[in-house]
């Protein structure tokens, strides 16, 4: 993901995120500077400049030739995350009451949705965690099994490779890992590959007797662990 995709993601389109990094780069400029620098027609990069202000992007400075000067990135990033958090709270206080949750079988797409809802579930666990994933995943998500076990959630972890995490059961897999599985508080698991990336593919049920049935199956591969010398901590 490149540095303009990144900031499409706080709202901009391509042209304000090309125009927002001209301004970073060059400092105060005229919207005939902007056209100029991005190769951008000139009315488009005025239609974006104006459109880059109200976004919390730039100021005007107004002066004989209308200048634009760029908002600091960290403060541009903090306003919008304060911004969304806001709109997050106004949301919970005004959506209609979740209804029961979905007891069949849902199917998981894309390696970004996979990953968080694997986070989404760490977080919203209760009580206990078992994850069994491959290396690279775990550490991906290493900051949300971190802060689970600070609000002492029991945490079991089936990893490869060398790991180690205080407050965590780690079982080291003589092999290299293909899926990851987890179980959140006996009550919901998710299990498939993100090997795909966006193809990568996932299922995830509050279904009993797939709850049990990998619960089971990671037990068993504990054992099987223990069995073999596999290292705990």
Known sequence: MDIVERLTQFGLTRHEASIYLTLLAEGDL???????ITGISRSNAYTSLASLVEKG???????????????AIAEFCENKIRKLQQSKQDLLATIPSKRDAVEGYITIKG???ILNKLRNMILEARERVYISVPGQIL???LPDIAAAIDRDIKMVIITNGSFMLAGATIHIAAQPLQQIRLIADSTNVLTGDVSNGEHSTCLYSRKRN???????????????IEMTKGNQI
């Open 30 to 36: 005229n919207g005939y500077e902007v056209a100029k």
């Open 57 to 71: 992007g730039a100021y005007v400075i107004e002066e004989a030739t209308i200048r634009y000067t760029p908002v």
């Open 111 to 113: 390696e970004n949705n």
């Open 139 to 141: 550490e991906t998500v």
């Open 210 to 224: 797939l709850v049990d049935l990998f619960k089971d199956s990671m037990k068993n591969e504990i054992k099987l």
